[in-house]
């Protein structure tokens, strides 16, 4: 592919460094992806996607940049994308999926905080996060208490941040706190944009952003099938592409895939033999490039056909109601959206138990398995909770991002699936 050394260098990346990074990348994308057999056509996109994802894609940011549209980055699928889009602005995910720079993050948070904050800090703090680099605003939430915490340091690291307030609870007056903070990120990115959001900006913005959860429930469903058409390594890239992508190609590409997949449904061709057991993995985020349970699961005879995590169903289980005559109404619908997301963060949170029972009914799962980040205690308190409450086989997993466990988690994962 292309040299982007000067681009890289311009962004301020360390470039020795993310030279290591990129090779060690595109090593275990070959191992994990490429030796798949029987992938759809349409997977060759998203492969170009990733390979050209500190690429093609910085160069597109950075174009975006010159053009004067404003880079907005986040870590949570609760921060509002309309917004972003009604503007003109460029909505991306930050890279927090990779044991990267954890000796510097450590020197700025415990050893005991998950691995998806240590890796956001230290993509950073080592500069190798393009994404980052080329933000205008980085966009956090009161969620978790680590990541609370952490995008205070960050603030001083960026100079970037801007935190949403995200409420604990969904009650009327917790409803009403959200509705304020939508309001306020609509001014904040009215200010930094300097263009205002009018009813028309924000209606195409809310279809955009819907058709893309559309697609992606369309790709979710196609999943259901016995056998699969679709692998869930595959799927979950193209989910993690979801939060990198612009928004209207994604969804093309997307569809595109899911014709093809329809073509396989009809004529029966999966990627795995009929009757092969099916696993529906549920908690915390799978930021990319965490492929680590997927294709643990994958390699022990079982396939993946669904993700209840945020880099999953809880992006695009809901569509915001498009059905709005006036500004106000239109950030009413968007705040009520959001306030559906099922974050374990949230208590008390018993939607989540539903959505997971009714997931699993959905894609005719025959188990799940329920992974948290160590030391995300949101998920894994969740986790015991969830398990007294079903009655389809589960099993529970703490882990990071290392390759440490992987044998140990490989025999676990192995004894569950013979199990089914
Ligand atoms: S809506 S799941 S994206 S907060 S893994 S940093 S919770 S300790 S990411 Fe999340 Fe938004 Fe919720 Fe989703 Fe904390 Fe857990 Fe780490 Fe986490």
Redesign the pocket.
Known sequence: SKDYTTLWKEIGLNLGKHDGLLSVLSDAYKNIYLSQKNRPEGMKYFDFVISEVHGLRIEELYEAKKEKRKVIGT????VPEELVLAVDGVFVGLCAGAEVGFEEAEKYVPRNT????KAFMGFKLSGLCPYVELTDLIVG?T??D??KKAYEIFDEITRKMYVMEIPNMKNDSDRKLWLEEVRKFKDKIEEISGKEITLNLLKKATEIVNQKRLALQRLSKLRAYDPSPISGLDALLVNQIAFYDDPVRFTMKVNELCDELEERVRKGNGIAPKGTPRILISG??FAIPNWKLHAIVENSGAVVVGEES?VGS?NFRELTDENFNSLEEGLEKIAMRYMG?D???FTPNKERIDNVKSLFKELKADGVIHC??Q?????MMEAFKIEKKIDFPYMRIETDYSMEDFGQLKTRVEAFIETL
Request: charged letters at 10%.
């Open positions: 870590f949570c699928v609760y998950c691995a998806l904050i939430e969620t978790c680590g990541k915390s985020p945020c809880r997301i974050c374990a963060c948290a980040l030391f995300c205690t949101p998920y």
